[in-house]
């Protein structure tokens, strides 16, 4: 059954280095996500893109975030200069957002836990 | 205003007795999707059951069925003849709007144990 992947499964990382997260979405999907979760919490949206572009970005995504979808398979969040607030289970996700039923649902990776020290 | 509400933090239920997990939503539109998801220790998030505003009947996938009460704006989860493997956090969410790559709102969670 396909599913979406992530790498590295964690991460850790100095206050203020840059981290690039890694997902591969299933393949026949069209909208992808990204969703943090810090210890403890609920998940939280963060961005979607679909047609190489950004479609919805909540508060949580500023300046200090980017996605890029740089091939036909990889789509990655790029948190720049990382704070110790940005330690997360970070989750990619990906749907078909066709109209027909149940093809909204998103299917989730394994996630990347991101520590910041 | 909390879109999703899901007012038990905790739940315990015995091996092999049913359980249901509350949901409430809060939404001023027509077209929309709610869904669970169960999160183990292990950190992952598994897709459950999907239900769509329009979808008359109830939803039901295994052991899991969704109690779906428009008009209460409820969407309650049901597991029948718990196991132990069911112990984990369970979320439900919404997609609201009529643009099915809305993205998701998640509620607090539930955590549920079950007992030997």
């Given at each position: 059954e396909p599913e979406v992947t992530q790498t590295p499964s964690h991460q850790v990382t100095q206050m203020g280095q840059e981290v690039i997260l890694r997902c591969v979405p299933i393949s026949n999907h069209l909208y992808f996500y990204w969703y943090?979760?810090?210890?403890?919490?609920?998940?939280?949206f963060l961005v979607s893109f679909y047609n190489n572009e950004i479609s919805e970005k909540s508060e949580i995504f500023d300046d200090q975030f980017s996605v890029?979808?740089?091939?036909?398979?990889n789509f990655t969040l790029k948190i720049r200069s990382t704070k110790l607030e940005d330690s997360a289970m970070?989750?990619?996700a990906s749907s078909e957002?066709?109209?027909?039923?149940?093809?909204?649902t998103q299917y989730f990776g394994p996630g990347t836990r991101l520590l910041v020290l | 205003?909390?879109?999703?509400?899901?007012?038990q933090p905790g739940m315990?239920?015995?091996e092999k007795e049913a359980v249901t997990l509350d949901?409430?939503?809060d939404t001023s539109d027509q077209s929309y999707g709610l869904f669970w998801y169960k999160q183990p220790s292990s950190g992952e998030m598994i897709f459950l059951i999907y239900q769509g505003s329009y979808d008359e009947q109830n939803a039901t996938e295994g052991r899991y069925s969704l109690n779906f009460q428009k008009a209460r704006k409820s969407a309650n989860l049901v597991i029948s003849a718990s196991q132990?493997?069911?112990?984990?956090?369970?979320?439900?969410?919404?997609?609201?709007?009529?643009?099915?790559?809305?993205?998701?709102?998640?509620?607090?969670?539930t955590r549920l144990s079950v007992l030997p």
């Open positions: 943090r979760q810090i210890l403890g919490q609920k998940v939280e890029e979808r740089p091939d036909g398979s970070y989750f990619c957002a066709g109209q027909a039923r149940g093809q909204e | 205003a909390q879109k999703i509400t899901q007012t315990f239920v015995q949901c409430t939503y132990l493997g069911d112990s984990a956090m369970y979320f439900c969410a919404m997609r609201e709007g009529i643009d099915y790559g809305q993205n998701f709102v998640f509620g607090p969670g």
